[in-house]
Protein backbone atom coordinates (compact mmCIF):
# COMPACT_ATOMS: atom_id res chain seq x y z
CA UNK A 1 0.00 0.00 0.00
CA UNK A 2 2.98 2.66 0.85
CA UNK A 3 4.34 1.41 -2.65
CA UNK A 4 1.32 2.49 -4.55
CA UNK A 5 0.56 5.78 -2.25
CA UNK A 6 4.09 6.98 -3.06
CA UNK A 7 3.56 5.90 -6.97
CA UNK A 8 0.28 7.52 -7.05
CA UNK A 9 1.84 10.77 -5.57
CA UNK A 10 4.48 10.48 -8.03
CA UNK A 11 2.55 10.36 -10.88
CA UNK A 12 0.04 13.18 -9.24
CA UNK A 13 -3.05 10.92 -9.33
CA UNK A 14 -5.57 12.35 -7.18
CA UNK A 15 -7.70 9.94 -4.49
CA UNK A 16 -11.19 8.96 -5.47
CA UNK A 17 -13.99 10.42 -2.89
CA UNK A 18 -15.21 7.59 -0.88
CA UNK A 19 -18.17 5.08 -1.70
CA UNK A 20 -21.24 5.39 0.16
CA UNK A 21 -22.00 2.61 2.67
CA UNK A 22 -24.89 1.47 1.44
CA UNK A 23 -23.59 1.36 -2.54
CA UNK A 24 -20.83 -0.56 -0.65
CA UNK A 25 -23.19 -3.38 0.67
CA UNK A 26 -25.35 -3.30 -2.97
CA UNK A 27 -21.49 -4.18 -4.51
CA UNK A 28 -20.72 -6.84 -1.48
CA UNK A 29 -24.65 -8.38 -2.11
CA UNK A 30 -23.99 -8.49 -5.93
CA UNK A 31 -20.59 -10.08 -5.43
CA UNK A 32 -22.63 -13.19 -3.25
CA UNK A 33 -23.10 -14.73 -6.44
CA UNK A 34 -19.25 -15.09 -7.67
CA UNK A 35 -18.33 -16.53 -4.46
CA UNK A 36 -20.28 -19.81 -5.31
CA UNK A 37 -17.38 -20.20 -8.01
CA UNK A 38 -15.01 -20.04 -5.07
CA UNK A 39 -16.84 -22.74 -3.09
CA UNK A 40 -16.66 -25.14 -6.06
CA UNK A 41 -13.54 -25.26 -6.95
CA UNK A 42 -11.74 -24.42 -3.46
CA UNK A 43 -13.78 -27.41 -2.08
CA UNK A 44 -12.75 -29.66 -5.08
CA UNK A 45 -9.25 -28.59 -5.45
CA UNK A 46 -8.49 -28.59 -1.27
CA UNK A 47 -9.98 -32.02 -1.24
CA UNK A 48 -12.32 -30.68 1.19
CA UNK A 49 -14.94 -32.66 -0.31
CA UNK A 50 -15.83 -35.07 -3.80
CA UNK A 51 -17.79 -32.91 -6.74
CA UNK A 52 -20.40 -34.91 -6.04
CA UNK A 53 -20.04 -33.42 -2.35
CA UNK A 54 -19.50 -30.06 -3.01
CA UNK A 55 -22.46 -29.73 -5.70
CA UNK A 56 -24.74 -30.17 -3.18
CA UNK A 57 -23.22 -27.50 -0.94
CA UNK A 58 -23.28 -25.32 -3.91
CA UNK A 59 -27.10 -25.94 -4.68
CA UNK A 60 -27.69 -25.16 -1.10
CA UNK A 61 -25.94 -22.03 -0.82
CA UNK A 62 -27.26 -20.88 -4.35
CA UNK A 63 -30.53 -21.99 -3.11
CA UNK A 64 -29.92 -19.47 -0.06
CA UNK A 65 -29.10 -16.40 -1.50
CA UNK A 66 -31.92 -16.90 -4.62
CA UNK A 67 -34.49 -16.53 -1.51
CA UNK A 68 -32.87 -14.77 1.30
CA UNK A 69 -30.74 -12.18 -0.35
CA UNK A 70 -31.65 -11.68 -4.40
CA UNK A 71 -35.24 -12.64 -3.61
CA UNK A 72 -36.14 -14.01 -6.77
CA UNK A 73 -37.12 -17.50 -5.48
CA UNK A 74 -40.38 -17.36 -3.84
CA UNK A 75 -41.93 -19.56 -1.54
CA UNK A 76 -44.90 -20.41 -3.31
CA UNK A 77 -42.66 -21.20 -6.23
CA UNK A 78 -40.73 -23.71 -3.93
CA UNK A 79 -43.23 -25.39 -1.75
CA UNK A 80 -45.21 -27.60 -5.05
CA UNK A 81 -41.55 -28.75 -5.88
CA UNK A 82 -41.39 -30.20 -2.16
CA UNK A 83 -44.73 -32.06 -2.57
CA UNK A 84 -43.69 -33.76 -5.41
CA UNK A 85 -47.00 -31.72 -7.39
CA UNK A 86 -44.69 -30.08 -10.39
Excluded at 62 to 84: C, N
Aim: charged letters at 15%; hydrophobic letters at 60%.
Amino acid sequence: MVLIFVQAVRAGIKAEPRVPFKQAMKAVVAALSFTLSIIIFGGILSGIATATEISVVAVLYAFIIGVFVYREIKWSDVIPYLSGQR
